[in-house]
Every structure is written in C-alpha cells, then in structure tokens.
C-alpha cells in the first residue's frame, strides 16, 4: 500500500485566546499561514486545527498518553536560532540543545505544555536512526 501523507492534526487548549497567541507567534516561523480562526495550513497542505478542550480533562504529560510532541525540520542551525531568538524576543520559553555530529534541536512548550520541536540534522544524519 502506498503511504499516506499526514493531512492535519488537531490540538487542543485549556485556553484557546492564549494557545492562539502562542501559535500566532510560532507558526509563521515555521511556514504555516492562518486560513481562519483556529485553522493554519502549509505549503504542503498540512492542516493544524486548534479547538477548547473540556474543563475537566487533565494537563499534558511528557510521557502521558497521547501527542507528545510536534516536531519541525529546518534547512539550517541558522534557522533553529532565528526561531529560538524570535521566541526570546516574545517572552516563551524555549529550549535549545545541540547534540553530536552537528544535530540542533529547539524545544519550545506551548501554553499546555505540549512541545514544538525544530531540528537541523546535518547531510548524512538520519533523524529516524
């Protein structure tokens, strides 16, 4: 069977004006673009949709079940720091690690604490390995 290609994921938030804040802030960095309230789309039409969740539901788990994380490829180190200094320069909180054989990963939470990670895996390193 041929492979699917990912059409959208949906992310819920406690509060929804401040998860759209955030990801107004982070996903143009990342080349998506707002089609309509709480949907943003890219060139690739991958779709992320963005809904309330129920009152009664618990917080985001690191380990927990569910989506753990989303995660980003960059061309370049170059533009993980672009990203890291424009998520500085709005008061988040991100997290940048460099790892061996020239690997650079950015981790930055959302409200939530769900992740959004952006790497830069040099020629010849296999992110999936």
């Given amino acids: 069977m041929q492979s ?5 994921l949906t992310i819920l ?5 401040q998860a759209a804040r955030f990801y107004g802030l982070v996903l ?4 998506f673009a707002q089609k309509r309230r709480g949907i943003w789309s890219n060139d690739r039409g991958l779709f992320l949709q ?3 969740a129920n009152t009664d539901t618990g917080d985001y788990g690191r380990y927990a079940p569910g989506l753990n994380h989303l995660g980003f490829k960059a061309p370049d180190p170059a533009a ?8 500085d320069d709005a008061g988040y909180e991100a997290r940048l690690q460099r790892f061996g054989e020239g690997v650079v990963a950015l981790f930055i939470p ?8 952006v790497s830069y ?3 010849g390193i296999d992110p999936v390995d």
């Fill in 4 to 8: 699917l290609p990912l059409d959208h």
């Fill in 13 to 17: 938030s406690r509060d929804f004006d």
């Fill in 28 to 31: 143009p960095l990342l080349g």
């Fill in 50 to 52: 963005f809904r309330e």
């Fill in 80 to 87: 993980v720091e672009a990203i890291k200094q424009a998520i």
């Fill in 110 to 117: 959302d409200p939530d604490g769900l992740r959004i990670e």
């Fill in 121 to 123: 895996y040099p020629p």
